[in-house]
């Protein structure tokens, strides 16, 4: 069987004096290049050293600063049939323990690394963690002293270890087979038509999916060059991605959703005209869900670089199938459809007209060939029908066969005889095209219905206000009842005046209880990068959760604060005797007023028209309840919860009151009166 370092032979072979990797530095300049015949020699010569430390077979810990210098240990590892684990380097203790854990678990007793690693760094790493049983070797010195003229390639069917970033818990260990890996590069190739003449630019984090086997593997197997920059260079200034995509005339490069947001957010438009992308084929975008939104503003804004809306390449993967499991597309564009925002009891989406004020979806394209995905409800575990949402699983022969050290019976689902994963995402099938919607636990279910965050998190970013969010996250917090939805928005900039927070708390907390009908639990306002993120720039959902309840956001202003500073009416008892005797308008207005601030917990807003909706002051379907609850109740009268959403509006229950109140009364009054 074909492994990886087939093909870094061939092509060693075909084109030896042909750059496999060029490094950028911060000014975009290539500042170290290195060539396939050299990257076949190097790679070869500390496999040598591996097999004379009898490390075949063995998983080994790769912890490196330098790209390059992981590359060759990686691609060593893969010729010398060792099980290489990467990860992270690790720069806080947070991050060590993360390290110490991957250790533990993968039971290494090897760390290979590279002499610009701290020394302090190593101590530290074996007093605090309890690591003194591995040993740690050095790759980019003493390399020599074994002979690499007879060492032939040794297979192994386990090509790599890929833990998990850990957006949603603690990392896994997904087992990739090398039969899997160049399945799975067969499948990105058919999808973005990469050749011997394409050049691929990354600047992801080599040692995760994406990077490694997108961009880093990817260009071995089909025998291109990859100029590379490091996260921070692309985070620190946008700027330089795209420069060096045109200085280079790069054909292939794209990241998650952020990155193109940055990009738009970061760069002026004077820097634009600088810049050509005629060149760029494929942009692809493998965040998830894709947000219509981020490619129509990128694609408008770099237009006039040459920038094509048929470039974005939407996909779908996960480290789970080795990398890719949609992404073919028959068309021109990547395909966008409006839905409705909320799905039908049986499930079904609503698919609305083009250009009407639905959601829009972006398609991850088709499931490629030797994939094959089944859409199953979670809660009657059978398979869904056209536009009906359920759980993502996959059958393939990219598809991890589980976790290392992990019993996998609850990550599949048998179907047809066959073993499907749970991807844990959710979404549907249209048009033979795959949508990803959310994630399966990325939802909060309050009052018995389930709410998606990313459908929030639309809602929020289409907010006149959403330029100024720096970024944003919903997630779920659990209350003494149920479960609460929290919203934590970073701002890009600080603003002294108090008063544009607190409108901004509020303008949030009306558009989702519009949207969905339920009230936010909080809304905070914090600073920019103040959201838990993993390495590669994901948000973390379950550390927000941890933030929020150890009071770890630096809050500028909450909801939970002027909830609790909310001037409380205190009296009632005035305002129900005038009432008694004279119910009219502003005595029911003012009464209103009243049990809204004391009873229903939402936050204050004297300046709201009596012709607003109930919706938009906070009142959802719950709180329409203990309103009426505590109207009936207080004034004897019997007014019904659907009659009120009906009215929906202050002033119509104004009236509604009013009304009732005076045939109460008239008829005390009145009584031989017969109305």
């Known amino acids: 069987m074909k492994n990886i370092i087939y093909y870094l032979t061939e092509n060693a072979a075909r084109f030896p004096d042909k750059a496999a990797y060029h490094f950028l530095s911060d000014d975009i300049d290539i500042e170290n290049t290195i060539y396939y015949k050299d990257l076949l020699e190097t790679c070869k010569n500390l496999a040598a050293i591996f097999y004379s430390k009898d490390f075949v077979g063995k998983r080994v810990l790769l912890i490196y600063k330098d790209t390059l210098q992981f590359i060759e240990a990686f691609l060593a590892c893969q010729y010398a049939g060792v099980i290489p684990v990467p990860v992270y380097f690790p720069s806080n203790k947070r991050q060590f323990a993360k390290v110490a854990e991957i250790i533990r678990d993968a039971d290494i007793n090897t760390i290979l690394s590279s002499s610009d690693m701290d020394t302090s760094f190593m101590k530290s790493m074996f007093e605090n963690y309890d690591l003194n049983q591995a040993s740690w070797l050095l790759t980019d010195i003493n390399i020599s002293g074994a002979s690499n003229s007879l060492i032939e390639p040794t297979q192994n069917s386990t090509a790599f270890i890929q833990y998990t970033s850990g957006t949603t818990g603690n990392a896994k260990g997904v087992v990739v087979s090398a039969e899997s890996l160049i399945h799975n590069q067969g499948l990105i190739k058919s999808c973005f038509k990469c050749t011997d003449q394409s050049k691929i630019l990354s600047w992801l984090p080599f040692q995760h999916d994406m990077g490694l086997i997108g961009n880093i593997l990817h260009t071995v197997y089909v025998g291109c060059t990859c100029y590379i920059m490091t996260p921070s260079q692309f985070i620190q200034k946008p700027l330089r991605w795209l420069t060096a995509i045109s200085k280079y005339k790069i054909s292939h490069s794209g990241g998650p959703n952020f990155a ?62 080795t990398l890719l499991v949609s992404g073919k597309r028959d068309h021109e564009f990547p395909r966008c459809i409006s839905i409705n925002m909320d799905f039908t009891s049986e499930g079904k989406l609503l698919i609305r007209p083009e250009n009407s004020d639905g959601k829009l979806a972006i398609s991850s394209g088709k499931v490629l060939e030797g994939m094959n995905v089944k859409i199953i409800v979670p809660e009657t575990r059978k398979e869904a029908g056209e536009n009906e949402l359920g759980e993502i699983c996959i059958n393939g022969e990219s598809v991890t066969k589980g976790y290392w050290n992990k019993k996998g019976n609850e990550i599949f689902y048998e179907i047809d005889n066959k073993l499907f994963l749970r991807t844990g995402d959710m979404g549907y099938l249209h048009n033979d095209e795959l949508f990803v919607h959310s994630r399966l636990k990325e939802m909060v279910i309050i009052r018995g219905r389930n709410y998606y965050l990313n459908d929030i998190e639309e809602t929020l970013h289409s907010l006149d206000i959403a330029d100024e969010f720096h970024s944003m996250v919903a997630f779920g917090y659990l209350l003494e009842k149920e479960e609460g939805l929290v919203i934590a928005v970073e701002m890009k900039r600080k603003i002294n005046a108090d008063e544009t927070y607190t409108a901004t708390v509020i303008d949030i907390d009306n558009a989702i209880t519009s ?107 719950l709180k329409s309840m203990e309103l009426v609850n505590t109207i009936n109740k207080d004034l004897k009268i019997n007014i019904s919860v659907s009659s009120l959403l009906q009215q929906n509006t202050f002033c119509e229950l104004i009236e509604t009151i009013e009304n009732m109140l005076w045939l109460k009364h008239g008829q005390k009054i009145e009584k031989g009166i017969t109305i």
């Open 515 to 621: 949207a969905f009908g339920i009230t936010p639990f909080d809304i905070i306002i914090t600073y920019p990068f103040s959201i838990p993120r993993t390495t590669s720039g994901k948000i973390r959902r379950s550390k927000c959760f941890d933030h929020y309840n150890n009071n770890a956001f630096e809050i500028l202003k909450s909801k939970r604060s002027l909830v609790n500073s909310s001037p409380v009416i205190d009296r009632k008892k005035d305002i129900m005797d005038e009432l008694a005797g004279n119910s009219n308008y502003q005595s029911v207005r003012s009464y209103l007023l009243c049990i809204i601030d004391s009873t229903t917990a939402i936050i204050h807003q004297p300046s709201f028209s009596d012709s607003v909706k109930l919706t938009e002051i906070g009142i959802d379907s």
């Open 260 to 321: 193109y947001d940055l990009c738009v957010e970061k760069i002026d438009s004077g820097e634009i005209k600088h810049l050509d992308f005629s060149f760029w084929l494929v942009a692809y975008n493998g965040a998830e869900p894709v947000r219509a939104n981020t490619i129509n503003r990128f694609a408008e804004k770099f237009n006039s670089a040459g920038f094509r809306q048929g470039t974005f390449y939407p996909c779908y993967g996960l480290a789970e199938a």
